[in-house]
């Protein structure tokens, strides 16, 4: 698909996003890249015909022509005028590698590669793939990286200067992952897993983005972390020196143990 805007940089008071439409009449998609507080890796968005009622929970895709194919979770929703809306939490230009010792890591990839990628193509169970002309991003991903690097700097230093009063869970953390979110084979396994993250919280209490900092076990199961978190976590929200609800970083872990 062809696109039919250039980017464009939008801001939310937690987060930023670089958006661009592609297609025409019922393909018409829109794809949108979005950083929250304290930056690190991207929701990968998609809003449109295109992504209507997927199968499964799974999408491959894949930045081209030069960038390895990943294999990531999606959460599946709607907007509040009916299109469908597929999201990727924590996305990256380039997918996880297995090092010889069983930990993951990624490659990094700086302006020049951005600048050479061409196409996004995607994948998902039980419906055509199709391939996105997005173009060279290093321009749209300075300016997403911008955006979310001033926003933090100004929270940092309102937290710095004690203006701000931490979100609070209102149901029980406990609750919020259990031993049969673990996956499967790693269950089978009697694998232990901990895995280090931070939530945005808007200005309602609601999570709004996730980000895994650090993690013992494969991006796949940092995926579902940030999913179910996203999914059932609920706070009060911060609050600044005024008591007015304010957007906010909720750093914490989750630990994983099984008994073998």
């Known amino acids: 698909m062809a696109p039919v805007s250039e980017w464009r940089l939008e801001t939310q008071p937690d987060r930023c996003r670089i958006t661009r439409d592609f297609g025409k009449g019922e393909n018409r998609t829109e794809l949108a890249l979005e950083k929250g507080l304290g930056g690190g890796n991207f929701n990968l968005v998609l809003t449109g015909a295109l992504v209507d009622s997927p199968y499964g929970e799974w999408t491959w895709f894949q930045f081209l022509p030069n960038e390895q194919i990943h294999k990531r979770n999606f959460v599946a929703a709607s907007t509040s005028d009916g299109r ?19 930990t993951f890591t990624r490659e990094p990839i700086g302006e020049s590669r951005q600048a050479a990628i061409e196409t996004l193509a995607i994948a998902l169970i039980g419906s055509p793939p199709f391939q996105m ?27 710095e200067n ?10 029980n953390p406990g609750e919020w992952l259990t031993s049969v979110d673990f996956p499967m084979s790693l269950r089978r396994d009697k694998a232990s897993a ?13 999570p709004t983005f996730c980000q895994v900092r650090e993690t013992s076990r494969p991006y796949l199961f940092d995926e579902k972390v940030c999913k179910i978190l996203i999914e059932k976590a609920r706070f009060e929200p911060a609050r600044d020196q005024d008591r007015n609800p304010v957007a906010a970083i909720w750093p914490n872990a989750i630990r994983f143990q099984f008994t073998k």
């Open 194 to 206: 901990v895995v280090k993250f931070s939530l945005v919280i808007d200005q309602n209490g609601t």
């Open 133 to 159: 002309e997005i173009g060279a991003m290093d321009r749209p991903v300075s300016q997403l990286d911008q955006c979310i690097a001033d926003k933090t700097r100004r929270y940092a230093e309102r937290y």
């Open 84 to 102: 469908s809306v597929l999201t990727t939490y924590g996305a990256t230009f380039t997918p996880a590698i297995k090092e010889n010792d069983g």
């Open 162 to 171: 004690d203006e701000i009063v931490q979100p609070t869970p209102i149901n």
